[in-house]
């Protein structure tokens, strides 16, 4: 099976601008969560999505957004961006509730 | 709020020394228990899982780890390192509740050099 794979893998966006990150989970996948990690803080999760809906959000302001498709493809919006969001976003996939996550490559955000 | 915490946030051994990374976590209730690795320049990636049965958890590398419930612990061992184990190593927990989803809360990691 093809692993998550996450698009575009390098950002380069400046302050104010919005962007938007894709993540495929792998085939059968239903569940997609997506993280922010940076140094000494590790992975923040951002939210979950689960057929289509959002079934758990993290602590991050509005400006932080997601959908998924009924492919179970997902995407993550950052809006009016600010230097603090220049992070590794990594989107992860599973089968079921609570079970393993298989983690993408994630894509490195640079907000200038 | 959940939490889960790491205490060594860096570590340096030599090869073959024994390893013991701890993490903590705070929910009370039924959980599930991971520890992913991340190679420098790769994915994270699974090194082991509790679910449930023996707490004594085999994983790939040969890595172990422990769940003990009365301590809220799932401490990550390994009785002998070796220089291709330099990678940060994040533990995480999942509660387990019928319908609430896949939260998963993440310690900082603790980034483990070995020198050969």
């Known amino acids: 099976k093809a692993g998550v794979t996450q698009t575009p893998r390098y950002l380069i966006k400046t302050r104010g601008q919005q962007v938007t990150l894709s993540c495929s989970p792998i085939s059968g996948h239903r569940s997609v969560s997506w993280y922010q990690q940076t140094p000494g803080q590790g992975l923040q999760f951002l939210f979950e999505y689960f057929s289509e809906t959002q079934r758990n959000k993290g602590n991050f302001p509005g400006r932080f957004s997601g959908r998924q498709f009924s492919n179970s493809r997902s995407e993550m919006n950052v809006s009016t961006l600010e230097l603090g969001d220049s992070a590794l976003y990594l989107c992860a996939s599973s089968s079921t509730s609570a079970n393993e996550q298989f983690f993408g490559p994630g894509t490195r955000l640079t907000v200038l | 709020a959940q939490s889960v915490s790491q205490h060594n946030h860096h570590v340096i051994l030599s090869e073959a020394a024994s390893l013991e990374l701890g993490c903590n976590y705070s929910y009370g209730g039924t959980v599930n228990l991971f520890w992913y690795v991340q190679y420098p320049g790769q994915h994270l990636q699974l090194l082991l899982k509790y679910f449930s049965g023996d707490p004594l958890v085999k994983g790939i590398k040969g890595f172990e780890a422990e769940f003990i419930k009365s301590k809220f612990s799932f401490n990550l061992r390994k009785p002998s390192v070796q220089w291709s184990d330099t990678a940060e190593y994040f533990c995480?927990?999942?509660?387990?509740?019928?319908?609430?989803?896949?939260?998963?809360?993440f310690g900082t990691g603790t980034s483990l050099t070995v020198i050969p």
């Open positions: 995480a927990v999942t509660k387990r509740v019928r319908n609430t989803g896949n939260q998963f809360y």
